[in-house]
């Protein structure tokens, strides 16, 4: 067969090389068949029985993670046993049963397809994406009615080192890639997916080189296909010419060497070879991932997201984390950095990370009542967030980070909410920090050209390039038919990152990079060139991040700088930005 070429979206770097083993849907091939009346009450308990199994398969898969793994995993595990608890799926099929006589495959298959079809009626991505979760648990009670056998066994059966095998499949739940991960297999494509699918954040947090939204190549793939993912490119290839393979393999054992020798970096103190010193932080989304962390060498945490601790909790009985709650999870996590700074971000709610799957999205989410906007318009959610915020603050060093301001006026307000929790606190006979420095999300555009508004007023800046991209570009970072115009080199972008550095210097307020820029290695020396001290990171970036700040000698790096400051042209900047590289 002749080689050939599939792209879909990166969502995790590295290459894998492998033969490909292909997951056959278990919802495609079900049997179809109409039930007697006295078979009825046999058929449901068939059901129901098979929903019970996968509720304690599910269990016994959340009690064997390891210390180790992600805490995404845990949760899409709660969200998965979720799902099957809902009537929609435990209940709804019994009627079909019982009203239209299916047999229980059907029965179950037809409520799917159900729900799907009002899930691709939703105009949000990240919310239509959460359709898959419902299909994988679906496929999951199948595969017991159908007794076929499980993806792992199937897994097993492959005889050559388990490290070569690919998994293609049109989807990979969670659940079945915790199992996958003790085969160690080498990676993994996927017809469905996008920057957002939860497959993608378990790739990027297992660190293992996958390529999703590649359409159909689960169709176009053959079992034992040779294939190459290029995970940085987001590109898979079929078949590859012996050539073709030879450079993969040479560029695969050339990455490899360069991890096994980044983990020796992990001590090494972040100072270029002019001698700055630079701070290299984790970017976290919950307690549990400051192992991570820590492991990777970060000297604190220059993002929590805490808006993680909120999502997804339909279902429970409080649908927000009580102040105690959330203080628990900021006192585990300041204790968890040893005296390492946390920053912990007031809650980031709206557009692609609502609070619950099921609500109402804005008409445009992105522009819409998200973050600070939001916090302000809950005042009594938000005063909880900030008392449990200040009350973790006694357990060790606690900085205040506040998303999306571009207002004057939401500065003030939102520092007059912050001396009213401390208020209620005091009266509470509560400690916490007095002097918790405060500080600004750079990512709205109004705010990077109206810094001497925020300096005035805030104890430090954290520019999110993520969202200042978004809205400096007008594309939707969730959007993938725009996602080829998602360019941090633009003009514009190196301009109001360029000035907030100079601004914070200027005024001596310490400012930071915590959107994906800071991990990109393409861009460290361009970020230090600007002046920047402080990234904030994926803990997978960082130590390759280190490696670059080492090696990099700040002020040679100034004359090609002041070229690239001054051009206008997109592919003079792209050339001047590479040779940066080359110094
Ligand atoms: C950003 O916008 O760059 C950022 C760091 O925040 P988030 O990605 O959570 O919006
Ligand atoms: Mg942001």
Request: glycine share 6%; aromatic share 6%; with cysteine.
């Amino acid at each position: 067969m002749a080689s050939f070429t599939l792209h879909g979206i990166p969502v995790s770097r590295g290459i894998a090389i492998g033969r490909a083993h292909l997951l056959a849907p278990a919802a495609l091939d079900v049997k179809h068949y109409l039930i007697a009346e006295e078979q009825i009450e046999a058929e449901v308990q068939r059901l129901q029985n098979a929903i019970v199994t996968v509720h304690q398969e599910l269990q016994v898969i959340r009690k064997g993670l390891l210390p180790d793994a992600p805490s995404e995993l845990g949760a899409f595990l709660d969200v998965h046993a979720l799902i099957l608890s809902d009537p929609m799926i435990s209940d709804l099929p019994l009627n079909i049963i019982r009203t239209r006589h299916y047999n229980a495959e059907w029965a179950l298959v037809t409520q799917i397809d159900e729900l799907s079809a009002q899930f691709d009626e939703i105009e949000d991505a990240y919310l239509r994406e959460r359709k898959n979760d419902i299909q994988q648990v679906g496929e999951r009670v199948l595969k017991v009615l159908t007794g076929s056998a499980t993806a792992l066994s199937r897994l097993n059966g492959v005889e050559e080192s388990t490290a070569h095998v690919i998994v293609v499949a049109h989807d990979i739940s969670p659940a079945d890639m915790l199992q996958f991960r003790d085969c160690a297999f080498g990676g993994f494509v996927t017809d469905l997916g996008g920057q957002n699918s939860h497959t993608a954040i378990v790739a990027r947090s297992l660190d293992i080189p996958a390529a999703v939204g590649m359409y159909n190549a689960s169709a176009l793939i053959a079992q034992d296909d040779w294939i190459i993912i290029d995970g940085d490119a987001g590109v898979v290839i079929v078949d590859p010419t012996p050539v073709v393979l030879e450079q993969y393999r040479e560029r695969q054992a050339h990455l490899m060497r360069e991890r096994k020798k980044l983990g020796k970096l992990r001590k090494t103190p972040a100072v270029t070879r002019d001698g700055t010193e630079i701070a290299l932080l984790a970017n976290i989304e919950l307690p549990d991932d400051c192992g991570a962390a820590l492991e990777a060498g970060a000297v604190g945490v220059g993002l929590f997201r805490s808006e993680f601790l909120f999502m997804g909790r339909t279902g429970y009985a409080n649908r927000l984390p009580s102040e105690d709650e959330q203080f628990e999870s900021y006192r585990k996590a300041v204790v968890a950095m040893k005296g390492r700074p946390v920053t912990i971000r007031t809650l980031d709610i709206g557009a692609d990370k609502p609070l619950d799957a099921a609500e109402e999205t804005a008409l445009n989410p992105a522009l819409g009542l998200r973050a600070i906007r939001y916090c302000l318009a809950e005042p009594q959610m938000f005063l909880a967030q900030l008392r449990a915020i200040l009350r973790a603050s006694a357990y060790g060093p606690i900085k205040l980070l506040i998303p999306m301001l571009a207002h004057a006026f939401e500065i003030d307000q939102t520092l007059m909410m912050v001396e009213q929790a401390k208020t209620q606190l005091r009266e509470a006979h509560k400690k916490f920090d007095p002097l918790i420095p405060i500080g600004a999300m750079i990512e709205i555009p109004a705010a990077a050209l109206t810094l001497p508004m925020f300096v005035k007023r805030m104890d430090f800046l954290s520019v999110g390039t993520n969202d200042l991209i978004q809205y400096t570009l007008a594309i939707d970072r969730v959007d993938h038919e725009v996602a080829h115009l998602y360019n941090p080199l633009h003009p514009a972008i190196l301009y109001l990152l360029s000035s907030t550095i100079a601004v914070g210097a200027k005024a001596g307020v310490p400012v930071s990079v915590c959107g994906e820029m800071a991990g990109d290695t393409k861009l460290t020396r361009l970020l230090l060139g600007m002046g920047l001290r402080e990234f904030s990171m994926h803990p997978a970036q960082l130590l390759a991040v280190k490696q670059e700040v080492l090696n990099s000698d700040i002020a040679a790096l100034m004359p090609q700088m002041k070229k690239i400051m001054r051009t206008f042209e997109p592919v003079a900047i792209a050339n001047a930005v590479e040779q940066l590289r080359l110094m």
